[in-house]
């Protein structure tokens, strides 16, 4: 197979600008290599084929010519997550409830995306609505970590991670409710970023939790994140929480000087609470910091342990209300067989439903009941202010905190399906920044074990740049990109 | 025995006249193609997001000065939690903890002339839901199959909540009706309870004369007019009293009126009631109104009902039937309002006589109304100076009318047609009346013993003559002259 599909977005453009590389013969080429890989992986729910030659043939086009290209990202390929709508191709959310739901209308990224010339290659493979961290809830199978076939991509975005991660796609979109888009990326070996809540619009994108949904990249390098990011950000009248705020162009901040910048390192999410490799990893990157002039130091964040337990009742009690529009009346899975109006409506949703989706249904429900509402639900909103206080304290002194995205690297499909807790625990270090609506990027710091490992950079509100740029002074100790994960070296050379 | 004192709060549910949905840009038009009017957001689409209908606040904003609210400059849409295949997202977003409108009170004018203060406790915003057509049943019980339409759901509402101030059938008729006028003087609301545009719900308790804790209360829907309002509310009194004084207890329900048989039967008991699961919907934000926003709406708001009333009676000089005819038939007053516009100098209070008597009468017979009305203004003024400047008779402006409403015409250019104007002298109907007294001796001689009234018939023969232009006091004047002369 083609030695160009590990290239990144940036450096294909490149090709493409030189004429080195013609749009459609990639295309061709990450067809043939995305057929190949999938009984391994399992990273796509379905090619978008068509719409993909249609792209290539228009950014040929354009590049022949030498018109003015629609964005820096032109003609490169790019995977979109299965609960992003695509007009007239299927959103399933990897649920048998949706599984033949064809969208009569395109997310905002969507169109953003297709503006600007990214060819779309397929719809990725997720944990049914999202809800879970490896994928293996969805109805298509779980995906595979392409650096350990037995060993999880991780999730929700656990398709987009490993289509990255595997040159199946150069870019990638996912969503990050609780850190769907960075324990991914951490375990794949791959960057992603989740925005400040409000920066990219949510329209179009199948709601989990509302108040933490975020769209945003996954791709090879932190320099396309910042060209995606760039791309499908910005204020839109569709989404109403989306923010009325400029959008910079990223890209430009990458490599600027970080010497005499602040950054914290909370003790919490350290030491024993996290693997020792991963803590090993950290340290690197605080001895590399340091050595570039910034200012590294450690800091207690008290109320970060309560945001599994606050994540859990806030998600659920707005997933309960989201997902309830899921009955069979207009769409979706109908149980035809019920006798009554009350039992249709049950069976297609307990037919249409897997139980982890069930699990959250259940548990938002019931915090949202009368009697329990002040006790779970009001006071979990009142926890949430607090992470969200003691966030904004420390911007006060610091520019950006850097953590651990996960506690461990990637585990084995089935090591934790059934014990549900310790699943939710794996996400300890992504959610306090979807609490706190701020934006967090995973980027590779290593691998243990044959395993990639990944540290989180968590940034002001609106300050992506930032993040994005200490993130791209850390991969360039790395320089992760390039390589070809162990699990598909026979596939791709 | 004990005497028993109802006490009545009502919640009624108004649609806003908006042209597009709450939370899309839909049509709200009633009626159409079964699912014609919408679109993934009020279709609960995967991915669809509300986005609000600034027109919807403003006109939220409008009832809420209209009654007296205080207009909160926040407020929050809630998620409010059930299934039913006519919620297409399994939530309907409304307001609760936080609604748009606080502490209002509308004053209504009880039959004995006193005035009585209604507070309002809140008004909050929701969208209405779909509808469902049942087939072979009334109900979804006992149905084949049932259709679902969205056409209506997403439709913006306001829900005005009244205090429980209300004491009588009577008294929740006359809030109703003063509380429509008032919606659709400000113009937010079409007030059409057969339509369903306004609805109404009666929470009814009953405690003994003289105590003031409330009894338990009973909330009555199905109420699709002002009679069943009063009729419903009644029918509850008669049932809890007759129950109470059966050594019953009255719970907690809500009940269904029938129109047919006049009586409420259960709908569902508390224990039954739903769970709503309120949370604020974090879809959309806090909405906030600025002072400057309300201070906004507050110049847009037309002079109300009770206050033009007065104004019509005292600045006018119109009497109070007339005053009261005007304000309650919104076009009317329009009309009115046009005709004074553009003739300052018009006689009003004649203007209101003949636009409330002759001109509504010949509108209704020609099935017509003051909405398109098909007198042009400049006509009707025309008529009234023809009239208060003596160049016709009234009898002749009645005759007048029809043909300006069939035609079209100017009264001018009828009065030409005719053959002139009034006939008010003596000289010209002298030589008339002499011709009609020779014709009818035997009349004359009735007059002559003192039947005056017979001269009626004698001028109802000069009227014909004349095509009704005689001046009609002129000609008994002439009559009774030459006769007794």
Redesign the interface.
Known sequence: MSSTLPLSAAELVEQFKSRKLKVKSVVSDIFGHIKASEPKLNSFTALTEELAYQAADKMDAAYDKGDALPSPLAGVPISIKDN??IRGQK?T?CSAM?KD?V???D?TVTQKVLAAGMVPVGKTNLDEFAMGSSTETSIFGTSRNPWDLARVPGGSSGGAAASVAAHQAFLALGSDTGGSIRQPAAYCGIVGIKPTYGRVS??????F???LDQIGPLTKTVKDAALLLETICGHD?????SADMPVPQFSAALGQDIKGMKIAIPKELSGDAISAPIAESLENAITFYKSQGAIVEWVSIESLKYAVPTYYIIAP??A??N?????G???GNRDRSSAT?QAM?ADSRGKGFGDEVKRRIVIG?YV???GY?DAY?LKAQKVRQLIKKDFMNLFQTYSAILMPTTPHPAFKVGEKINDPWSMYLEDISTIPANMAGLPALSVPSGVTNGLPIGLQIIGKPFDEATVLNLGHHLETQFNFHHRIPTGIQDLLK | MTQFEPVIGIEVHAQLKTNTKLFCRCSTQFGGEPNAHTC?RC??????????NQTAVEFAIKAGLALNCDIQHKSVFA?K?Y?Y?DL????QISQFELPICLNGHLDIELPDGSTKRIGITRIHMEEDAGKLVHQGAEA?AGSTH?F?DLNRAGVPLIEIVSEPDIRSAEEARIYMETLQLILRYVGVCDGNLEEGSLRADANVSLRPVGTTPFGTRTETKNINSFRSLERAINSEITRQTALILSGGKVIQQTRNYHDNTQTTTVLRDKEDSH?Y???P?????PLLVSQTQIDAVKTTLPELPNAQRKRYMEQLGLSEFEAMVLVQDIPMNHYFTAVLDQNPQIDKTELAKWLVGDINAALKEANKGFDNCPIQIAHTASLLTLLTTGKISGKMAKAFIPDMIQTQKSPDDLLAASGGGQIDNSDDLGPIIDQILTQNPDVAEKIKAGKTQSANFLMGQVMKATGGRAKPDLVIDLILKKVTG
């Not at chain 1, 997902?323 to 009955?327: E, I, Y």
């Not at chain 2, 279709?43 to 609000?52: E, I, W, Y």
């Not at chain 2, 919907?281 to 934000?285: E, G, I, K, Y």
């Open positions: 992003i709508n959103t959310c949706l739901f969208a009569p209308f997310a949510r329209f179009g994108l199948v709601a939790a509302s108040s009248v569709q989404d109403s929480t009690a707005e309960s209300a997902l309830a529009r899921f009955d009346v207009r769409y109006l409506i429900t949202l009941s009368s509402y639900y | 993934p279709l609960g689409m995967p991915g669809a997001l509300p986005v609000l998620r939690n299934f295949p297409p997202k399994g939530y979804i049932s679902v769970d699961r309120y949370f919907d974090p879809d959309l934000l």
